[in-house]
């Protein structure tokens, strides 16, 4: 089993920070210890993977939490710190070997690992890198009794494999005088032979780039998840949330008269998944769909329906209701009188209704999901102060929200900031609101949003 067991204490090294770098045992410890004991310099974005109510603060104090493992044998634990469980815990893993505990240590990556993975150093020579602990006297010393001279070249890596990494080049007289960032490493002669052949990461177009995501929570992992495989930091921040729909028995009404429609029309993964929700609590499944073809607008759309074993007829090519109200008519040709169902949100554009109801077609709009206001106003104030590169606008919903939170000055507090846009519909809104957008996606997927943005990026570092 992967699952954390009863009694047992896991020392877990959680990487240089991103989620997507914590082996597969350490994901699995996480998502399943009663309770885990977290360094501070743990990243926010692994300690967000865990529920709050599992998580507490690792001081370092061995002793202390030693002697309280003694008297709670029943639960599994964890404590977990960056990079590699061991050095940094291994007073606790002697602590327990010696009472006879039942611990399993949880390998990470360490920031040596890090380091040559992602700033080019090289790993055949380790007597040549070291790692701040927390100063360099060790590392200068044996430097030195390698006969390395004090003018010798060294690079210095902070922060390896994470948005925040930075490279220096300093000498081994400067680097004795000089404080050790945590888990900073640093490589003299032949580590650093070829390192500049081999930076990959911090050349890529989004690197250190901080990119503020405003979609919804559900939505946020597989964004997130991308800005960070461009070397960016992602910044979650939903302005809006999806919660049932104020009137479930139309839901329900229109689930009992499926048999009805000619025509079922969903213009979002969102109501694909509202509409499911409903069908599922029925007792139902997409046998329901049988007499009804499908339309869906775009390429995530249709994908989420045929997770659920529906092929759409119908799909547009662009997340646009322009696009999908012409594919409609295109494909339905002369046919006219048809009954449509579209399942959507509580308030949507009605160009797409409009459209067809113009048609000939009797459509039916149920809204399965509602979109509210997702209160962070103080914490998106925050982190505007801090600096942002980069904010990410999915829907119109997210820029009116986002406009509500900051007030009549939004756009002078993202004076600098880049503004990117899934589409031409979001971008309208924004520009309604005052934005300047630089960037408009010309795939209106979350994957195609954050393409544009590095496409924006390699062209602005270039120019």
Not at 135 to 153: A, K, Q
Not at 381 to 397: K, Y
Request: charged share 20%; glycine share 8%; hydrophobic share 45%.
């Amino acid at each position: 089993m992967n699952e954390a067991r009863p009694g047992w204490t896991y020392l877990v090294g959680t990487g240089p920070g991103d989620p997507e770098q914590l082996t597969v045992r350490a994901a699995a410890i996480l998502a399943s210890a009663e309770r885990i004991w977290f360094a501070d310099a743990v990243s926010a974005d692994v300690v967000g993977m865990t529920p709050t109510e599992r998580i507490a603060t690792w001081h370092g104090n061995a002793a202390g939490w030693l002697e309280w493992r003694a008297t709670h044998d029943a639960p599994a634990v964890a404590i977990a710190v960056p990079g590699a469980p061991l050095p940094a815990l291994n007073p606790v893993l002697e602590g327990l070997v010696r009472m006879r505990a039942r611990v399993e240590v949880v390998s990470g990556i360490g920031p040596v690992t890090a380091a040559a993975s992602y700033a080019g150093l090289d790993v055949q020579d380790p007597r040549r890198l070291g790692v701040g602990t927390p100063d360099w006297t060790d590392t200068v010393t044996r430097w030195r009794d390698l006969g390395h001279d004090s003018d010798d070249e060294v690079v210095v890596v902070a922060h390896p494999g994470t948005a925040r990494q930075q490279s220096r080049t300093t000498t081994l007289a400067a680097l004795q005088e000089a404080q050790a960032p945590a888990g900073a490493v640093a490589a003299i002669g032949r580590a650093c032979d070829r390192r500049e052949h081999r930076r990959w990461f911090d050349r890529w177009p989004l690197f250190g780039r901080r990119v503020l995501v405003t979609r919804p929570e559900h939505q946020l992992p597989a964004t997130t998840a991308e800005i960070r495989r461009r070397g960016a930091e992602p910044l979650a921040h939903p302005t809006i949330a999806l919660r049932p729909p104020p009137e479930p028995d139309r839901v329900l009404s229109a689930l009992d008269r499926m048999g009805d429609y000619d025509l079922v029309v969903f213009t979002s993964p969102n109501g694909v998944d509202g509409w499911w929700r409903a069908l599922e609590e029925a007792g139902r499944d997409a046998r329901a769909f049988r007499h009804a073809e499908v339309a869906a607008i775009g390429s995530v759309t249709a994908a989420r329906l045929a997770e659920h074993g529906v092929v759409p007829d119908i799909v547009a090519p662009r997340f646009v209701a322009e696009e999908l109200a012409t594919a409609i008519l295109d494909a339905w040709g002369t046919r006219r009188g048809g009954k449509v169902l579209l399942p959507r949100a509580l308030v949507a554009r009605e160009v797409l209704p409009a459209t067809l109801r113009a048609h000939g077609f009797t459509v039916d709009v149920v809204p399965v999901y509602e979109t509210v206001p997702a209160p962070n106003a103080d914490a998106l104030r925050r982190t505007i102060a801090e600096g942002v590169d980069a904010v990410l606008f999915t829907s119109s919903s997210t820029v009116d929200h986002f406009i509500a939170a900051l007030g009549p000055a939004t756009a002078s507090l993202l004076a600098t900031t880049t503004v990117a846009s899934i589409g031409p519909i979001t971008t309208a809104t924004a520009e309604r609101h005052g934005l300047r957008v630089a960037v408009t996606a010309a795939t209106s997927t979350s994957l195609g949003l954050v393409d544009a943005l590095e496409e924006h990026f390699s062209r602005t570092a270039k120019a």
